[in-house]
Each structure stands twice: as structure tokens, then as C-alpha cells.
């Protein structure tokens, strides 16, 4: 008995001692420190759940924008020029509350606009006839593909934005970024059971079919399914697929492109994440 309490002893000094070492100040790097926490979370001094979120504070630091932002053919924009009753479908339908609003070229984003900022012109037709764009649109916030992570989420909170259109080395859009996005990725998608399934961009199914995941370069889907979809204007299926329709799809829609079948599998009001496609030829 005395045994046991002594190698129990000797063992939770081994791990104050690195503790200790971890925390003290001799030279240390992130993959030591998270030994010594994921042995702390073995022993119960803290939940799996904290560990997630410290383990995404971690990954938040050595990623950039452009592993997490929605790609331009997949963000959900309005047209400056457009009347109020034709921006009204898409803003109820996507659920969101800041939307780009692009110029007459459908190249630049000129502002942003907020929902709430359209419920003083809900009141009847006279309202709506004195809607102006201009009058409510309000400056974009930009940020380079490359930047950091944690450097974007203290400028988000610095300067109390939620969201910034992503530019590409060239200066033009290359997709969006919000607060929720980055956060995301220190919290976690807890019970996301698709993780698995979405490793792999094209999976094939016992009636001869594919899940396909959204961001599968028509290259490559191309490569799988014998089609010769263009990749000029967009590099992914996904962004294929939704120019096809014209707004965000919902989960359960179907539609057809040049012999494939797509339907919409997996979707939520930001993007498209996958799809089940077969060749109707």
C-alpha cells in the first residue's frame, strides 16, 4: 500500500514538475505546452471541451484569412443599383445582417449594408420609393488573404467590425471573413458529424453517384466525372452550382447542369457545403 501511494506521489510530482517547467522561464515551444495540458485534461483538471478551445486558440495563431474565408462565388451580395423589392427576396431568404453591396461592373464592393438599416422603408410602397443605397451603405472594411488569424480577430474587436471583404495579392475580392468565422475555429464545431465525411472532396456512393464537397476544384470534378466544366470564372463546383441558380440553394434542392444532377445535401445561409451528384446522360 505504501508502494502505490509512493508511485502515485512520485507521479503527480512528475507532473507539477512539468508543469513547472512548462510554465517557468526556461526555453519551451507549443507542442511542449500542449503535452502538458493534454496530460493536464487526462486527469480531469479541466474538461475536453476547454482543451478544444485552447487547442483553436493555438491553431488561430498559425492560420491566415484565406484558410477560412467564403470564397467570392459563394458570398451573398447585392447590387447597388438594385430597387428595394428585388433586394428584399435575398436578404429574408439568406438570413444574414451585413451584405456586401457591389457596383454595376459586379467587380467592387463599394459598402456594406445592414439589414436593420432597411426597417425604416418596411412601412408601404411610400417608403419604398424613397429608398437610397447611398444614404445607408457604410464603408467596407478590407483585409489582405494572408493575414493572421489572431491578428484579425484583435482588429475585429478593436474596431468593433463583424465583418471584412478579403482581398486577393492583386487587390481584388477574393471572398469575405466575419467574427463568427474566426471564432469558430477557437470554439469548434462541437457535434459536427460530416468532419469525416467532408476530408475527402469526392466520395463515391453504391448507386454509382458522388458526394461531392462544395470546394472541389471543377478541375479535379472534372478529372472524376468526365465533364469539362470551365474553371475560367469559378474554381470550384460549388460557386458552379451556384451561379447556375442565382442565389444561395437550400439543403434538399436539386438542379441540372449539363448532364449532372446536383442536390443540395448539406447548407447553411452563408454557403454551400455539400452536394450529391450523379450524370442524368
Known sequence: MS????????????FMDRIVH????????????????RDAQARE??????????????????MRVRDIMIPRAQMVVLDQEAPLEE????ITESGHSRFPVIDENKDNVVGVLLAKDLLKYSGGSSNSAEFNMESILRPATVTPETKRLNVLLKEFRAKRNHMAIVLDEYGGVAGLVTIEDV??????????EHDTEEDAHMRRLADGGYTVNALTPIEDFNETMGTSFSDDEFDTIGGLVMQHIGRMPKEGETTEIDGCEFRIVEADSRRVRVMAVSLTG
Do not use: C, H
Open 183 to 192: 471564432l469558430e475555429e477557437i470554439v469548434g464545431e462541437i457535434d459536427d
Open 45 to 62: 483538471v479541466f474538461d475536453a471541451d476547454t482543451l478544444q478551445m485552447v487547442e483553436g486558440a493555438f491553431q488561430v495563431v498559425e
Open 22 to 37: 512548462a510554465m517557468g522561464g526556461e526555453p519551451k515551444d507549443q507542442d511542449e505546452l500542449l503535452e502538458v495540458l
Open 87 to 90: 433586394l428584399l427576396p435575398i
Open 3 to 14: 508502494d502505490e501511494k509512493s508511485e502515485s506521489a512520485s507521479g503527480n510530482r512528475s
